[in-house]
């Protein structure tokens, strides 16, 4: 086995270049995983375009990518759960396991984390990665590994669920249909939310948001969406609101259209990340605001739900490129958004 490993690297906005680097050596609880699938996040897109997101800036070059599975071809000498050539998918929010975030089960909000792919910390765009073992999960038989990628944003989905409290017969609105908005919404479903209302502005994903589960879909450049909403739920407006679109428009819209004593579940970054909200409607209805950032204890749920059908994410996947084809593939994702719901890159 070769000494190094080809990588797809951000330097600045728009620089992602195809190079050559060491592969990683592992530690004794660790695992190398030989990458066989990324699926591209809209992160990865918006560091490439931007060169922030929220927190994050690119000051240094950095591998992307994070939504990834593969098969084991080396493990530390204190492994005893995996082996080598088992397939695996991997939890890239590497946390400290020691502070009390970790220890209550919140290990998302560890203030170590190191995330794979939020710069300046590489991510899995490239042939091999070094991973605590304990951040793996075995692929399921029926599970190809292009499905294993996207079990990192179904996690997203069920950990959206989490934080919202779900339970059976919930009425929700998912603003935003693109991947996140989709696993989201397929998850309330799992959850067991009978009346799903899908908002977006795409006509094609509203179509299938309405094949994966929706009730009803609303095109919000069609329709006035909060008297839409309230039409369709006797004046009442809905349980939950999911922004999985992170946009500071649909953010704002979502106190309107959420019922008296329901949940606001902000799943997008929106950009700018400060903006008027109606705090007099909040207070009125008495309403909940969660954020969602990631995940935490969601890869098992995630992938239990994916092996049942419960949610499906080969629909979700419309463009796949080679490894060897990175670099146009991120060009072809950013200039055609309207086009591209979720692309794989397979190696």
Known sequence: MKNSMRVAVLHQQRDLRFEEIPKPEINADEVLVKIKANGICGSDIHFYEKGELGPFKVTEPYVPGHESAGKIVETGREVTKFSVNDRVVIEPGISCRRCEYCKT???NLCPDVKFLSAPPVDGTLSEYAAVPSDF???LADSMDYKAGALVEPAAVGVHSCNRAQITAGM?????GVGP?????LQSAQAFGATEIYAVDIIEERLQLAKNLGASHTINAEKSNLEEKIMELTAQEGV???????GSTKTAQTAV??????????????????????DIETLMEKELDVRGVNRYAN?????INLMEAGNVQVKPLITHQFKFTNVVDAFDYISNNKTEVIKAVIES
């Open 105 to 107: 089960g919140k290990y």
């Open 136 to 138: 793996v999960f075995g």
């Open 171 to 175: 009425k929700v609105a998912v603003l």
């Open 180 to 184: 996140i908005g989709l696993l989201t």
């Open 239 to 245: 349980h939950i609101v999911f922004e999985t679109a």
């Open 256 to 277: 309107g259209i959420a019922r008296r004593g329901g949940k606001v579940i902000h799943v997008g970054w929106t950009d700018p990340g400060q903006f008027s909200y």
């Open 298 to 302: 969601a890869f098992s749920r995630a």
